[in-house]
């Protein structure tokens, strides 16, 4: 079957894109020293009273976290003996949790979500506080790199993203709640429009909402990407998304610029969208 001669690159650069792991550095590198770690090392979570310099900012909370969890681990079959400091580190990283958040899971269900995790890195991190984010609460968006034991055996990297939200308890920037999702790298490759952040603009704020009346070349910085259009309200809409690492542009914020050339972020209802395209006497 002859697919043309640019099917090769096509193909090469398929291959780049969504089947190879990540290649940026760790952001959680916050090393601690023995005396810290041996200070918590037979001590219950609840016994636990962390330096208030761990909290000095929502950045440096999220770093410190991360910094911690990465020498834990909760694996049932990999590695070769000792993994880092075992359980040692998830009583003190329990203790970022603001306690509204730790009366939601208890240390025993937090320990439950790290099963079969080896090694955390943390490989993107950007705050997306905007007017939308409830008042008090910094919202983080985060990509990380895990290490799971595989079927066959072995320890495999898998990769997660989502956003971890922060509020000040007590003059410390705690974490409020933490939401994930896992990143599976065959369906970005095979099903595009979804996860292709062009397309996605395309089909659902211009062909689902009827917003669009033209949209400009994407402005891409790293894993920062901007798609800019004009509405046929005659505004100017941005949309932001962050590329994942299986290659999946997931959507941020949206925004519409002012009056003064300044970006709000805004809201669009996709579903009031998608009831609007689904009735049978409405034609764009």
Not at 11 to 31: G, I, Q, T
Not at 58 to 85: H, M, W
Not at 152 to 170: H, L, P, R, W
């Amino acid at each position: 079957m002859n697919y043309g001669k640019n099917f090769s690159f096509y193909r090469d650069a398929l291959n780049e894109k969504y089947f190879r792991p990540s290649p940026l550095p760790a952001l959680n590198n916050k090393d601690f020293n023995p005396d810290f770690w041996q200070k918590y090392s037979d001590k219950n979570y609840n016994e636990i009273t962390l330096p208030d310099w761990l909290f000095n900012s929502p950045k440096d909370t999220i770093i410190n976290y991360f910094s911690i969890l990465r020498e834990a681990e909760n694996i049932s079959t990999g590695g070769c003996g000792t993994i880092g400091l075992a359980k040692g580190p998830y009583p003190i990283a329990y203790n970022f949790l603001t306690s509204k958040y730790q009366s939601t899971i208890d240390f025993k269900a937090y320990l439950s979500l790290f099963k079969d995790i080896g090694h955390i890195n943390l490989i993107k991190l950007e705050n997306v506080t905007n007017e939308n984010t409830p008042k008090g609460t910094y919202k983080y968006f985060i990509e990380i790199e895990t290490i799971e034991p595989s079927v066959n055996g072995n320890t495999s990297f898998a990769y997660y993203y989502g956003f971890v939200y922060i509020e000040k308890q007590n003059g410390k920037y705690k974490i409020s709640d933490i939401d994930l999702r896992g990143q599976d790298f065959l369906c970005a490759a095979y099903h595009g429009w979804r996860h292709n952040a062009e397309l996605y603009v395309d089909t659902v704020y211009g062909g689902w909402c009827g917003l669009i009346k033209k949209r400009y070349p994407t402005e891409q910085k790293g894993y920062v990407k901007n798609i800019y259009a004009s509405g046929i309200d005659g505004r100017e809409y941005k949309f932001e998304f962050f590329q994942l690492t299986n290659g999946t542009d997931v959507e941020i914020q949206q925004f519409v610029k002012t009056a003064n050339n300044q970006w709000e972020p805004i809201t669009i209802d996709v579903e009031k969208c998608l009831k609007r395209w689904r009735c049978p006497y409405h034609f764009f």
